[in-house]
């Protein structure tokens, strides 16, 4: 079966270093892959959309990268503050087998990124 | 914030009874999700809709019914709800399929089932 794993419950990490988070995906090689960030008690917000044509995409000081040979996604936080700390879920989509004809986008359950000042 | 609203907020309820929980959108976007977040398990879709009267099953759908009869509103039913249905409940909306669009999520409604 399809598996979507980030591979950190819990990163800590000093003000100003790289977070560095990693998304592994097996059974499927999605077209597309997402990643939210999730604070406490409210839902989730969207960050960034990669495609599989697309090896890296940034935003500002986000950067994502996307290996369909790895089946592997990393996200990158550069000059990381505490205000960064929060779980951050990646997500991909699945084709219209796996859940309804529209598909279905399947969530990791997260790594908690957690900025030291 | 994308205008999403979800109420209650905060639910307690006991086994057995029905339960209707409501998304309502301001964005007129086609698409609205339900999902369930569980700890060690994440979100879960469990219906969503792609259009006024147009719903579709997600992975984890027993149990629960949708409606949606007005573009932005989405309702999730627990028609006899279940301890095991103890969650926080998301709704969701994106402008396009879930493929290839972000999805705006709102902010939660935290069911307890007694």
């Known amino acids: 079966s399809q598996k979507i794993e980030q591979n950190s419950e819990a990163l800590n990490i000093q003000e100003g270093k790289t977070a560095t988070l990693t998304c592994n995906y097996t059974?499927?090689?999605?077209?597309?892959l997402q990643w939210y960030r999730q604070d406490p008690g409210r839902g989730p917000v969207f960050l960034l959309l990669?495609?599989?044509?697309?090896k890296e995409k940034r935003k500002e000081r986000l950067k994502v990268t996307f290996d369909t040979t790895l089946k592997q996604s990393l996200f990158h936080i550069t000059a990381s503050q505490p205000a960064d700390s929060a779980t951050y879920l990646c997500?991909?989509?699945?084709?219209?087998?796996?859940?309804?004809?529209?598909?279905?986008?399947?969530f990791g359950k997260g790594t908690k990124l957690s900025v030291k000042p | 914030d994308a205008g999403i609203t979800q109420s209650p907020r905060h639910k307690v309820t006991e086994t057995g009874t029905p339960v209707t929980l409501r998304c309502h959108q301001t964005?007129?976007?086609?698409?609205m999700y339900w999902y369930r977040q569980d700890p060690g398990h994440g979100l879960r879709l469990i219906h969503y809709?792609?259009?006024?009267?147009?719903?579709d099953k997600g992975e984890v759908s027993d149990g629960y019914s949708v409606s949606r009869s007005k573009t932005e509103d989405f309702l999730l039913t627990l028609e006899s709800a279940t301890s095991s249905q103890t969650s926080v409940y998301f709704c969701?909306?994106?402008?396009?399929?879930?493929?290839?669009?972000?999805?705006?999520f709102g902010n939660g409604t935290r069911l307890t089932v007694t």
């Open positions: 969701a909306i994106s402008e396009s399929g879930p493929f290839n669009s972000p999805l705006h």
């Open positions: 059974n499927y090689s999605p077209a597309y």
């Open positions: 990669i495609r599989e044509n697309e």
């Open positions: 997500a991909l989509w699945r084709g219209s087998n796996y859940g309804g004809s529209q598909g279905n986008l399947i």
């Open positions: 964005e007129n976007h086609r698409y």
């Open positions: 809709s792609y259009g006024v009267k147009d719903t």
